[in-house]
Nanobody
Framework: VQLQAFGGGLVQAGGSLRLSCAAS????????MGWFRQAPGKEREFVAA???????YYADSVKGRFTISRDNVKNTVYLQMSSLKPEDTAVYHC??????????????????WGQGTQVTVSS
């Protein structure tokens, strides 16, 4: 099972990026797919998640700026990031797991992880 994240890069503050995470090796029917990020010297933090059935969840710091979506046919989850800020700079990781609702925000709940993609926002 592999998750491959891509789409990161260098962008100016106020700009946009779209991250993609493609899953292969199994179907993720019923799974929650999420995005987390980790800045140097900091713990991995929750960004957004998409539960099976269309329910989405966001960290307060990205609400109104980021949008998570998924294509269940392509086994792919996306993160559209707008109005980017320098504090959004981090390595963004996608994860997948069969997770109860209360565990959606916890990275340890996700069984499968991609390798991460760097997002750098310059001021």
């Amino acid at each position: 099972v592999q998750l491959q994240a891509f789409g990161g890069g260098l962008v100016q503050a106020g700009g946009s990026l779209r991250l993609s995470c493609a899953a292969s090796g199994r179907t993720f029917t019923g799974y929650t797919m999420g995005w987390f990020r980790q800045a140097p010297g900091k713990e991995r933090e929750f960004v957004a998640a998409s539960r099976w059935g269309g329910f989405t969840y966001y960290a307060d710091s990205v609400k109104g700026r980021f949008t998570i979506s998924r294509d269940n046919v392509k086994n792919t989850v996306y993160l559209q990031m707008s109005s980017l800020k320098p504090e959004d700079t981090a390595v963004y990781h996608c994860g997948a797991g069969n997770i109860i609702l209360s565990a959606t925000y916890q990275p340890t709940s996700y069984k499968y992880w991609g390798q991460g993609t760097q997002v750098t926002v310059s001021s």
